[in-house]
């Protein structure tokens, strides 16, 4: 999905219950990996991957003298341990969080 077109979709009122990863002044961050907005469940879907990728490359802004193996190991134990794993204490318009195949 484009970025734009979330943003418009997320815009709607009757929406306002989905929960995004990240802080409300970051969530945009994080915009490029959502694949799905289930409009009807409320409910988004972030790629794994991507988000990963999201957390490369903010990790990298903060720290650009790490190596790129250091930076994607953090990247994923961030979204495994920060993410993933606490999920199911966010309630029934969490996020979800897939590993999209591409075809």
């Known amino acids: 999905m484009e970025i734009e077109e979330i943003k418009k979709i997320l815009e709607n009122k009757s929406l306002s219950d989905i929960v995004l990863i990240g802080l ?7 915009y490029s990996a959502i694949v799905v907005v289930d409009e009807q469940l409320g409910r988004v879907t972030y790629d794994y991957d991507l988000l990963v990728e999201c957390f490369f490359n903010e990790f990298k802004k903060e720290c650009p003298d790490k190596s790129f193996e250091k930076l994607l190991v953090e990247a994923i134990e961030h979204v495994e341990c920060n993410v993933v794993r606490s999920l199911p204490y966010w309630g029934e318009h969490a996020p979800l969080v897939e590993i999209i195949e591409d075809l």
Request: hydrophobic share 0%.
């Open 24 to 30: 409300p002044d970051e969530r945009e961050n994080y």
